[in-house]
């Protein structure tokens, strides 16, 4: 699982330009899918257990990841650029990126500290006023190598820091994708898809087609979610704890879990022996928000995993947190084939 | 001229892969003592000056001028200055950084027992309020993440040890170059190269190169080399704020234009005399860089070294200085070591007549 996520960590895919990932996931998912399709927007879901009575299953995680989309070149070949997703201005400051399909590498530097003027120093240079550096001296020179509209993602190479935390850039929700492969590597025992899902980070907007192709009767979704627990593990503010399992999702932004699955999904964390903890706070979203209104609704749980410094080039997740995390999509999976889904 | 391009490009990708932060230059300073084989004599001093000496082998008349040519080796860091509970480290700035360059970044922190890479945190934008991003944090709120447990990071890490930006670096379009602590490892390049090249030529001085220390923290090491060595010349290579939007015109010097000479007090107008005519020999173009008091280089002190140091600058054009997306063209660093090269060999002792004052009236005998 460590060496598919460091593959699919340093691929290339902000939202609206997922195909190097979904390429990757083609190649991983093409011995045993019994079934791959890619849809008008760019999901891609692949089939398991098509043969299976049972609940039919759809398991979620995104593919794209925050970036940027060149928007204007100026005359002496500067790339200006808008965020796709949600960025931190502050973070941008000597970053180095990879621009358009040709992978062209970029940086984004600051003046001076030498040479800043009164408030300069102590002031947050606004993403607008930035540019991308790419070596081009002229409009045409920039132009003979990036287009406007060309896709822009950190420049960021994934590392392990020990046999636990490992750490690289879009494990929001490259993790998730993983993730997904990893459960399927056994057969399910009922039908699933698994659906890769494209711009997420701009609203949730692949996952409402494909909810509404694989129009299944409950869905999980696997994501990376937020996790300050640094530098103080113990401050209520930390939403989630880096190696302390699995996360489950009481309430979010973008919906509120239905309650029955999410009460299933609790009992098999415990009787599994699976360590979980609540995500302590309602704020941000996944697909989820849009999985859980398809058609006449469709009963959604996240299955997540704490992810630190989550939207900048370089994040951190534990490996024993997404063990744990497969482990208990498995189970869950047995169990509402077993139990089927509470109310249906 | 194709060779000292492509002989710059190989230095500056093998002296940035060192880190050097400033008084902790150790691992550059260990690879530059065994790459320097070309020269006479390599040797190094109290305060981690780095010399390799080139003697002169042709006569230079009545004396050989000994020509010290200085470029600093460390680059600007943080230092660990506390371990929180939750191995979250402290840290505070060696030398010129700003902080606005360092959330998110990645670094590496060089204990007792190796290199540990880490991220700087910051809170995601999902738990923060839009009037928070607009606010920088204080140094106090700045933290490493080493991804590791507590216990193994106490273990491991002690307040003191240095860290450096954890950054690789690339080539951009046009031969441009990009990464960190390209200050002042171009100018250490550039140097390097001109020596290689003048162990091959004709040169009636005796050239010491001088990877200096302690630059970024106020030219320290310099002070002492140039105490040590008494050298009749010196030029410090070093590098200059280049063109960028948002930078006047007249703040900077322009990139691929060529080497800038500074001018100004700190720089000997007779050295930068033959400097000029060093650049029409070698068919280089320069640019003007204007200094008014301070350059903040090694020149500085260099100058008022023991009785006193004709000192020149060359500076090579450098972008988003003190951040680890620091930018050169390869151009400028070749030209710079050309232009270094043939100075030397232009340096005889009558070039350098009425440099060092003259005695007017009386007798000391």
């Known amino acids: 699982m460590k060496e598919l ?39 891609l879901i692949a089939a398991f257990g098509l043969g299976r009575s049972g609940p039919r299953a759809m398991i979620a995680a995104h593919m794209d990841e925050v970036g940027f989309i060149v928007d204007y070149i100026e005359d002496d070949g500067y790339l200006r650029f808008k965020k796709v997703g949600g960025i ?20 984004i530097g600051i003046k001076p500290k030498h040479l ?49 935390v490992v750490g690289g850039k879009a494990l929001d929700d490259r993790a998730g994708c993983a993730m997904a492969v990893e459960a399927l590597r056994e057969p399910p025992p009922l039908p699933v898809a698994l659906a890769f899902t494209v711009q997420e980070e701009i609203g949730l907007r692949g996952a409402k087609v494909a909810a509404a192709r694989v129009a299944p009767d409950f869905a999980i979704v696997l994501e990376a ?26 309430q979010d932004a973008t919906s509120i879990p239905h309650r029955g699955l999410l009460e299933l999904l609790v009992r098999t964390a415990q009787d599994e022996g699976i360590r979980y903890q609540w995500k302590q706070t309602t704020a941000g979203g996944n697909d989820a928000g849009s999985i859980h209104l398809t058609g006449g609704g469709v009963p959604t749980v996240s299955i997540s995993l704490p992810c630190r410094y989550l939207h900048t080039p370089y994040s951190l997740i534990s490996l024993s947190d997404m063990k744990e995390a497969v482990r208990l999509v498995r189970a869950f999976l047995h169990r509402v084939a077993r139990e089927g889904v509470p109310g249906l | 001229m194709a060779d000292l391009r492509a002989r710059a490009a190989a230095l500056l990708e093998q002296l940035t892969s060192f880190p050097a932060v400033s008084g902790r230059e150790e691992p550059l300073r260990e690879f530059l003592k065994e790459h320097l084989t070309f020269v006479d004599e390599v040797w190094t001093d109290a305060l981690g ?30 230092v660990v200055t506390a371990i929180e509970k939750s191995g979250a480290l402290r840290v505070a700035p060696v030398g010129g950084v700003d902080l606005r360059n360092l959330l998110a970044a990645q670094v590496i922190v060089h204990t007792q027992g190796g ?49 450096s930006m954890r950054r690789e670096g690339t080539w951009l379009a046009n031969g441009r170059y990009t990464g960190k602590a390209l200050d002042n490892r171009a100018g250490l390049a550039a140097a390097i190269a001109a020596c290689e090249a003048l162990a091959e030529r004709c040169r009636p001085a ?26 009749d010349v010196a030029i410090a290579i070093d590098v200059g704020f280049a063109d960028m939007p948002g930078l006047a015109r007249r703040e900077t010097i322009q990139m691929g234009k060529g080497p800038a000479l500074s001018i100004g007090a700190n720089i000997h107008p007779g050295v930068r005399e033959l400097l000029v005519q060093a650049a029409q020999e070698a068919e280089i173009d320069v640019q003007v860089e204007v200094l008014p008091a301070s350059s903040g280089t090694d020149a500085w002190p260099i100058q008022v070294a023991n009785q006193g140091v004709p000192t020149g600058i060359v500076s090579i054009p450098l972008r988003y200085m003190h951040s680890t997306v620091e930018v050169v063209d390869i151009a400028d660093v070749a030209q710079a070591a050309e232009l270094l090269a043939q100075f030397a060999a232009m340096l005889t002792a009558e070039r350098m007549g009425g440099w060092h004052g003259e005695r007017i009236t009386g007798s000391t005998e």
């Open chain 1, 88 to 107: 931190d201005d502050r973070i941008l400051p000597s970053t180095r990126v990879k621009v358009g399909p040709r992978r062209v590498p970029g940086v």
């Open chain 2, 115 to 163: 290199p540990l890479p880490g991220v700087i945190g910051t809170i995601p934008p999902h738990l923060t309020q839009a009037k928070d991003r607009t606010q920088l944090p204080s140094w106090d709120d700045l933290y490493i993440d080493l991804g590791l447990d507590a216990e193994a990071v106490l273990s491991r890490v002690r307040p003191g040890d240095p860290v």
């Open chain 2, 206 to 231: 005796d050239v010491i190169l001088v990877a200096t220390a302690q630059e970024e923290v106020g030219m320290r090491g310099a002070v002492v080399a140039a105490q040590s060595l008494s050298p």
């Open chain 2, 49 to 78: 000056n780095l010399y390799a000496r080139l003697k002169a082998n042709a006569s230079s008349g009545e004396k050989t001028p000994k020509l010290m040519l200085a470029a600093h080796m460390d680059e600007i860091g943080l």
């Open chain 1, 225 to 250: 979610t937020t996790c300050a627990d640094m530098p103080d593990p113990d401050s209520s503010k930390r939403a989630t704890r880096l190696g302390d399992g699995p996360v489950l999702t009481f």
């Open chain 1, 5 to 43: 996520l460091a593959q699919l960590s340093e691929a290339f895919g902000p939202s609206g330009c997922e195909d190097e990932v979904r390429d990757i996931l083609v190649a991983q998912l093409k011995p045993h899918a019994e079934s791959l399709e890619v849809d008008p927007l760019g999901n």
């Open chain 1, 116 to 164: 800043q003027k009164g408030k300069e120093a102590e002031s947050v240079v606004a993403s607008d006023d930035l540019l991308i550096d790419i070596g081009a001296r002229s409009k045409a020179e920039a132009q003979e190598l990036v287009s406007l509209g060309a896709y822009v993602a950190f420049d960021t190479a994934f590392h392990a820091h020990s046999d636990d």
